[in-house]
């Protein structure tokens, strides 16, 4: 069974740091390219972040570049997502997925997510 | 990398059918036919239902399809149940290695 699971969440001050991970199970993880998605509370859902398979292609969204990093370790089977310099506008809960191996762009694995809140 | 329009809502008695659209430029949608669909529960993780476009993942009822022309996909139910109540979410690559998200369709079940 395909298991995600976020870890690393919590309450942060604005300006402030925070790294959550993503432990992945039941499938080898190094094949697949890995989505962080987030969703503000009430709100609908929001990309951050892909990285590909190697790490070696990366994306982000232009609310985030710069700010975020997404990188992965591949012989520990997880994701992770450094966040630095947050605001208020970055409170949500971050999924983890898994993105299909076709080439499809799909997530066809999600995390429960971790819940990230910036307040002073 | 602005969101793809959906409607907020719609809604269909049991047994009915119901359309969601999603539309978005020539940049995401109208270029590729790469669109998914999510469906989430209150609560839950979303749900892969609909992936490139028309392909539905194993175990998804084929109540469930989708379509596209040009800028403008839609997902389709047809013989709504009341599971089907939740939050629907289109998505779409946008070139490069970027997505983007639907605003999202709530879906009640009257």
């Known amino acids: 069974e395909v298991q995600l699971v976020e870890y690393g969440g919590g309450l942060v001050k604005p300006g402030g740091s925070l790294r959550i991970s993503c432990e992945v199970s039941?499938?080898?993880?190094?094949?697949?390219?890995m989505d962080w998605v987030r969703q503000a509370p009430g709100k609908g859902l929001e990309w951050v972040a892909t990285?590909?398979?190697?790490?070696?292609?990366?994306g982000y969204a232009d609310s985030v570049k710069g700010r975020f990093t997404i990188f992965r370790d591949n012989a520990r089977r997880s994701l992770y997502l450094e966040m630095n310099s947050l605001r208020g506008e970055d409170t949500a809960a971050y999924f983890c997925?898994?993105?299909?191996?076709?080439?499809?762009?799909?997530?066809?694995?999600w995390g429960q997510g971790t819940l990230v809140s910036v307040s002073s | 990398q602005s969101a793809l329009t959906q409607p907020p809502s719609a809604s269909a008695s049991p047994g009915q059918s119901v359309t969601i659209s999603c539309t978005g430029t020539?940049?995401?949608?109208?270029?590729?036919?790469?669109v998914s669909w999510y469906q989430q529960h209150p609560g839950k993780a979303p749900k892969l239902i609909i992936y490139?476009?028309?392909k539905r993942p194993s175990g998804v009822p084929d109540r469930f399809s989708g379509s596209k022309s040009g800028n403008t996909a839609s997902l389709t139910v047809i013989g709504v149940q009341a599971d089907d109540e939740a939050d629907y979410y289109c998505?779409?690559?946008?070139?490069?290695?970027?997505?983007?998200f639907g605003s999202g369709t709530k879906l009640t079940v009257l």
């Open positions: 039941g499938l080898t993880f190094s094949d697949y390219a």
């Open positions: 997925a898994k993105v299909r191996w076709d080439g499809t762009y799909a997530a066809d694995h």
């Open positions: 020539s940049s995401d949608v109208g270029s590729y036919d790469y």
């Open positions: 490139a476009v028309n």
């Open positions: 998505s779409s690559h946008a070139g490069n290695i970027n997505l983007v």
């Open positions: 990285i590909s398979s190697t790490g070696h292609y990366i």
